[in-house]
């Protein structure tokens, strides 16, 4: 995995971090390498959320139980109201 250069460096302490920026920064810049990277995080947070799934129980969580696709549209309505 590379180190984080000095863009991430200069992204990080300067103020509100631009994730987006970062995350390219961290890959020197490599879209397809960004996307490959958080395509795998993706996949073993969801690995990780089975696994929790399995074994927890139903009154652990009192009847929650966790989504493996988020609803977009939803986030978005919920961000729109004031």
Do not use: C
């Not at 103020?15 to 890959?27: C, I, N, S, T």
């Not at 089975?50 to 609803?71: C, D, K």
């Amino acid at each position: 995995m590379p180190t984080i250069g000095a863009a991430a460096s200069d992204i990080q302490y300067s103020g509100p971090v631009d994730e987006v920026a970062a995350a390219l920064a961290f890959h020197d810049g490599d879209v397809r390498a960004t996307v490959r990277t958080l395509l795998a995080d993706i996949k073993f947070l969801k690995e990780q959320l089975a696994v929790t799934q399995i074994g927890m129980s139903i009154g652990f969580t009192r009847g929650w139980r966790p989504r493996f696709e988020r609803n977009a549209a939803e986030e978005i309505a919920h961000a729109e109201k004031p």
